[in-house]
């Protein structure tokens, strides 16, 4: 029995993954410092955008994909994530997310 191919694990992960986007928006809004985000709009922006893209990305994970569909969706969506990390807006956990869902990607 393949597990790794089955609705349940794809559910899961990307119930896992929006769980993560959900505590991610609540914490920055809980943690929103309005003279902060004043004084740097960029950084609102940047945030924002990419987190739009993971969540985007997070709704057209490729399981049934070939792999080099699948192997760029993972290098996308690490690579969109370091750049959150290398800017400061970024969240570590979605990091360890994303490397999670490509070990069940590639093994496919």
Known sequence: MNIVGTPNLRRNLRLLEWTQHGVMALMWLINSDPNYYANQPSQVIIKIVLWAITLTMSCFVPFQAPI?????????????????????????????????????????
């Open 68 to 108: 080099n569909y699948r192997r760029m969706y993972i290098f996308c969506n690490i690579a969109v994530l370091m750049i959150g990390a290398f800017l400061g807006v970024g969240d570590g956990m979605l990091l360890y997310i994303a490397l999670a869902k490509s070990c069940f990607l590639l093994s496919l």
